[in-house]
């Protein structure tokens, strides 16, 4: 008899994550059953099945939990800044609640791998920062993420789910969405000007590609241990002032870099960089250099 393929849930499947995550199952020697949920009505190529469903409609995910109950599920969905405050909290927590609330309710116990933000962490002091570190946030949406990660990791053992949060920190890569610095970034470098302007340059990231994070919590959905967080993170920290210099390097085209002090965040943190010896020993080590996600980027966003 035929043995079943693993099916694994993609909430956010139609997104910047999701859609990388998909390629990488996909790429896997192991056939998967990939099943897509977002709110677009389009399917990302490469999934078997796709539910456009809000996660605040708990009814009809317990009956797709009924009906295609997961081995595993990898947790995307959610929003960004500039959302407004009270929709970060009922997409963020609500729509992660509601998720599990399906899953128990169909009585579904599938490894549940929830992804999280390293805006979760407090009072930044420059070192590597332990998953341990002190977490609540310092923002609207640091703060409902970090309610999101831990009422899903208490749901989980209350209810005897295998609940593991990944805790990502900077994403870099082809595809990264304008709200992110490597976007905004990508976007100037591509789009016929002259100038590229930017901000502070002194504050220093732990980029992690987006391929490299997307295996990650693959290693984290198979391997982790539940109730645990893993910082999904390089260990390494990079200026703002070398990514941009990376990308001069790569651009085929001359830019002329001009900055401008309007663009500068407010009490933005000097150093954030994480200790990512939690992720190592699940056999999991980022390959892609800074210098190759900026030049795919680039490659990815230039005209065809």
Request: charged share 25%.
């Given at each position: 008899m035929a043995r079943r393929q693993k099916r694994i849930w993609i909430t956010g499947a139609a997104g910047f994550s999701g859609r990388h995550l998909i390629r990488f199952l996909r790429e896997l020697p192991q056939p998967l059953q990939l099943v897509g949920f977002d709110l677009r009505p389009g399917?990302?190529?490469?999934?078997?099945?796709?539910?456009?469903?809000?996660?605040?409609?708990?009814?009809?995910l317990r009956e797709l939990a009924e009906a295609q109950a997961p081995d595993c599920v990898i947790h995307l969905a959610g929003v960004l800044p500039p959302t407004p405050e009270p929709d970060l909290w009922r997409v963020n927590v609500g729509g992660t609640l509601n998720l599990l609330h399906a899953l128990a309710g169909a009585k579904a116990k599938p490894r549940f791998v929830t992804v999280g933000s390293a805006a979760e962490y407090t009072n930044f002091t420059g070192k590597k920062v332990r998953e341990?570190?002190?977490?609540?946030?310092?923002?609207?949406?640091?703060?409902?993420?970090?309610?999101?990660?831990?009422?899903?990791?208490a749901f989980g053992k209350e209810m005897g789910m295998p609940v593991m949060v990944a805790r990502t920190f900077n994403l870099i890569g082809p595809g990264t969405p304008l709200s992110l610095v490597p976007g905004a970034l990508c976007a100037q470098f591509t789009n016929g000007e002259r100038e590229v302007k930017v901000g502070n340059l002194k504050p220093?990231?732990?980029?992690i590609d987006i391929r490299d994070a997307v295996a990650a919590y693959w290693a984290i959905c198979e391997k982790g241990k539940p109730g645990q967080v893993y910082n999904v993170a390089t260990g390494k920290s990079t200026s703002i002032r070398i990514l941009v210099k990376t990308f001069v390097e790569?651009?085929?085209?001359?830019?002329?870099?001009?900055?401008e002090a309007e663009r500068s965040r407010k009490n933005d943190l000097n150093r954030v960089c994480a200790d990512n010896t939690k992720l190592l020993a699940l056999g999991c080590r980022?390959?892609?250099?800074?210098?190759?996600?900026?030049?795919?980027?680039?490659?990815a966003a230039r005209p065809q």
């Open positions: 399917a990302p190529e490469g999934l078997d099945a796709y539910h456009a469903v809000d996660l605040g409609d708990g009814a009809k341990d570190h002190s977490a609540g946030g310092n923002s609207p949406y640091g703060r409902t993420k970090w309610a999101q990660s831990t009422l899903a990791l220093e990231r732990d980029f790569c651009s085929p085209i001359a830019k002329e870099i001009r900055q980022p390959q892609i250099s800074l210098t190759q996600s900026v030049r795919d980027m680039l490659q």
